[in-house]
Structure formats: C-alpha cells, structure tokens
Nanobody
Framework: VQLVESGGGLVQPGGSLRLSCVAS????????IAWFRQAPGRELEEISYLGIRRNDPTYADAVKGRFTISSDSARNMVYLQMNNLKPVDTAVYYCAARSREGLFVWRDRAAYDYWGRGTQVTVSS
C-alpha cells in the first residue's frame, strides 16, 4: 500500500497550487480519502475529505470556498486544488486513506489506515 503526494511548492499569497495523491495497493474505488496538514509547531489539522464511491466532498471551515477536493478513479488519484492561498496555509500536506467499512468521523486521524509522507506548501511573498 502506498500513498504519494506531489505538487507542493512556494507560492505567493493569493496564488494557487494543485496537490496530487496517487494511491496503490488497496481498492481505491471504495476508499475514503482525506487531506490533513501540519504547520510548524502546530497539531495535525484536517482539511478535506472525499468518499470515492459517494463523491461527497467535505471541507474544514478554514479552507471552505478556497480548496476543492476531487478524484480520478481511472488513475487512482485524488487532487486538492488550493486557490487564494494565505500564509497561514503554509504546512506539510498529507494524504490519508481508509479502506475499511464502518462508521467513522472524517476529522479523526485514527480513522485512516494509510498515510503519505507529505508535500510542503509554503505561502510567502
């Protein structure tokens, strides 16, 4: 099982980035995928969630209206389009996946079975 993030980088405030997460080793079309982030000195923060089968995007208030999560099942890919980026968005962004069925809370990091290594996003002028 593997999750690999890409697409991070340095961007000016107000700019955009698209993060990608490619998944392998589990049934992607039945998975639940989330993006988390961790800024220096801060706790891991939930950002967005997508149930691949239900296609039910969910967002944290901090990014609602600026970030969009989407997927491409043919490529086992999940994307996070980030617009109007702010310096407070600076963090390492992680992709996480859950392959188990059952009830869970998408914001709960313990709900996810697999994690990528992260990609750095820096928003600075």
């Amino acid at each position: 099982v593997q999750l690999v993030e890409s697409g991070g980088g340095l961007v000016q405030p107000g700019g955009s980035l698209r993060l990608s997460c490619v998944a392998s080793g589990f049934a992607f079309d039945r998975a639940h995928i989330a993006w988390f982030r961790q800024a220096p000195g801060r706790e891991l923060e939930e950002i967005s969630y997508l149930g691949i089968r239900r296609n039910d995007p969910t967002y944290a208030d901090a990014v609602k209206g600026r970030f969009t999560i989407s997927s491409d099942s043919a490529r086992n890919m999940v994307y996070l389009q980030m617009n109007n980026l702010k310096p407070v968005d600076t963090a390492v962004y992680y992709c996480a996946a859950r392959s188990r069925e059952g009830l869970f809370v998408w914001r709960d990091r313990a709900a996810y079975d697999y994690w990528g290594r992260g990609t750095q996003v820096t928003v600075s002028s």
